[in-house]
């Protein structure tokens, strides 16, 4: 009998969206992302593609690994609030445009 993968949605796929941001940034793959993390490819790579949340400790670890604050994963004013314009512009330029609040924001004139 087959597995049945159930991807996850709502934050997770948030987080996702922004740590493949973060790491064209940084031109970093999947396999040097788990290095900086100190996890395996597949952990990362199931993270990203829905199969698995991304948890707390992710979170931490995604921080040391871009050098940001863990917040900005979650728009915290403490950290980094990436400006939704310009995460909707490279959404859409990258092809990742995946949230609905981003299909949604318009560039102020």
């Known amino acids: 009998m087959g597995s049945l993968t159930v991807k996850v949605d709502g934050l997770s796929e948030s987080i996702s969206t922004f740590v493949r941001m973060?790491?064209?940034r940084d031109h970093l793959t999947q396999g040097q992302l788990a290095a900086r993390m100190g996890v395996d490819q597949a952990?990362?790579?199931n993270r990203l593609?829905?199969?698995s949340r991304w948890t707390a400790d992710d979170l931490a670890?995604?921080?040391?690994?871009?050098?940001?604050?863990?917040?900005v994963f979650?728009?915290?004013?403490k950290g980094?609030?990436?400006?939704?314009v310009a995460v909707s512009d490279f959404?859409?330029?990258t092809g990742w445009l995946t949230t609905p609040a981003l299909a949604h924001t318009d560039r102020a004139a």
């Open 22 to 24: 973060l790491m064209a």
């Open 91 to 93: 959404a859409r330029s």
């Open 49 to 51: 593609r829905g199969v």
């Open 80 to 84: 980094f609030t990436p400006p939704l």
């Open 74 to 77: 979650f728009g915290d004013p």
């Open 61 to 71: 670890l995604l921080g040391v690994a871009f050098g940001v604050h863990p917040g």
């Open 43 to 45: 952990v990362v790579s």
